[in-house]
């Protein structure tokens, strides 16, 4: 399928060009409404992974550090709003119904047909799904366990490991900072507006939104506030041990 053949009907379908301009442009995917998936597609589209990841607290569970109102509206509109267009142009293009996210977003990486709006479309839904487990109302603080002690050996210490995550959160325009496990590493990375550690080889273990809307209701432009309130008070470190002794175990 020519790739303009597949923009076109893409804007049809799903949330129409104003939708894809304003996520181009970093703007809420609620202005300009959801998409509904088709129905008939939605369990073939789950059995290979094209999932919103579950709250796994309450909405108001991060405050006083993200508010109820944060998450709310980057849970429901901004993260909703990239899983519908998600499903919207899959249902309307079968060819891409039995392929996992990731492999959407590989694939594309191979050169293999896909259209650049709807790839990076793919990278926000499972960047997305990276954020919310990565926070926690009991986390923040030095880490503790084998990811613990990686980041000791690689950083010399968590204060220095701190400093360093900040320092990268500072230099995005927009994007997200990353706990990875880079072979027997674990560092910090920062991946720049659509980017993905996936594109990079390594293990997300942890993800950090730093987006505007992810932070600015409740901070205005005051990012490294927001930041050094996730370092301290809820990066989830009990599920990074997890994610580290999955991926160490080859998964
Ligand atoms: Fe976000």
């Not at 579950?54 to 109820?68: C, F, H, K, R, V």
């Not at 674990?186 to 594109?199: A, C, E, F, I, Q």
Request: proline share 4%.
């Amino acid at each position: 399928m020519p790739k303009e053949t597949s923009r076109r009907d893409f804007l049809r379908t799903a949330a129409g060009a104003g939708a894809v301009l304003a996520l181009i442009s970093g703007k809420s995917p609620e202005l300009f409404g959801e998409s509904t998936p088709g129905e008939d597609t939605a369990t073939e589209a789950e059995k290979y992974g094209i999932v919103m990841a579950n709250l796994p607290y309450e909405e108001a569970g991060l405050d006083p550090w993200i508010s109820e109102k944060t998450v709310r509206l980057h849970y429901f509109k901004h993260h909703r709003g990239y899983y519908s267009m998600l499903r919207a142009f899959i249902h309307s293009h079968p060819e891409y119904q039995r392929q996992t996210l990731e492999d959407l977003i590989r694939n594309y990486q191979g050169k293999v047909l896909l259209d650049e709006t709807i790839f990076e479309v793919a990278v926000l839904l499972y960047n997305h799904n990276w954020y919310w487990p990565s926070l926690s109302p009991t986390g923040g603080g030095t880490p503790k366990g084998k990811i613990g002690q990686l980041i000791t050996v690689g950083y010399g210490s968590y204060d220095t490991f701190r400093t360093a995550f900040i320092e990268e959160s500072m230099k995005l325009g927009v994007g997200w900072v990353w706990v990875v496990r880079d072979g027997e590493e674990v560092k910090v990375y920062r991946s720049d507006y659509h980017d993905t550690p996936l594109l990079k080889g390594y293990d997300p273990l942890l993800a950090v939104d730093v987006w505007e809307h992810a932070y600015y209701l409740d901070y205005e432009n005051d990012r490294k506030k927001y930041v050094e309130a996730v370092l301290d008070h809820l990066l989830n470190w009990t599920y990074a041990e997890k994610m580290l002794i999955t991926a160490s175990s080859g998964k």
